[in-house]
């Protein structure tokens, strides 16, 4: 069994900033990838931020230059620095981690269950 909690939303005035944490816990062997996405009501889920092992990042373009991904590999958490907040950013935002039991076992992904930002004009 693998939990992912994530914590950090809350309401902010646009231009304000917020971070969002996402832990990991259960059985883990490695952890491949971290990810964010958010989803609005009446709206498909979408991309965020996604860091994998070696490091590298990815961003949708409505995030880039704002957001930041990072990540604590000895505690398996990930973090989400939001600056420069908007009120199209205003979501649930998850957590998703793409995990391993065992040295070359297949793949296995586990979401969050969410967490709402709110920004406000």
């Known amino acids: 069994q693998v939990n992912v909690v994530e914590s950090g939303g809350g309401l902010v005035q646009a231009g304000g900033s917020l971070r969002l944490s996402c832990a990991a816990s259960g059985r883990i062997f490695s952890i491949d990838a971290m990810g964010w996405y958010r989803q609005a009501p009446g709206k498909q889920r979408e991309l965020v931020a996604r860091?994998?092992?070696?490091?590298?990042?990815i961003y949708a373009d409505s995030v880039k230059g704002r957001f930041t991904i990072s990540r604590d590999t000895s505690e398996k958490t990930a973090y989400l620095q939001m600056n420069s907040l908007k009120p199209e950013d205003t979501c649930v935002y998850f957590c998703?981690?793409?995990?391993?039991?065992?040295?070359?076992?297949?793949?296995?992904?586990?979401w969050g269950q969410g967490t709402q930002v709110t920004v406000s004009s």
């Open positions: 998703r981690v793409d995990i391993r039991t065992s040295v070359a076992g297949p793949l296995y992904n586990y």
């Open positions: 860091i994998i092992s070696g490091g590298s990042t």
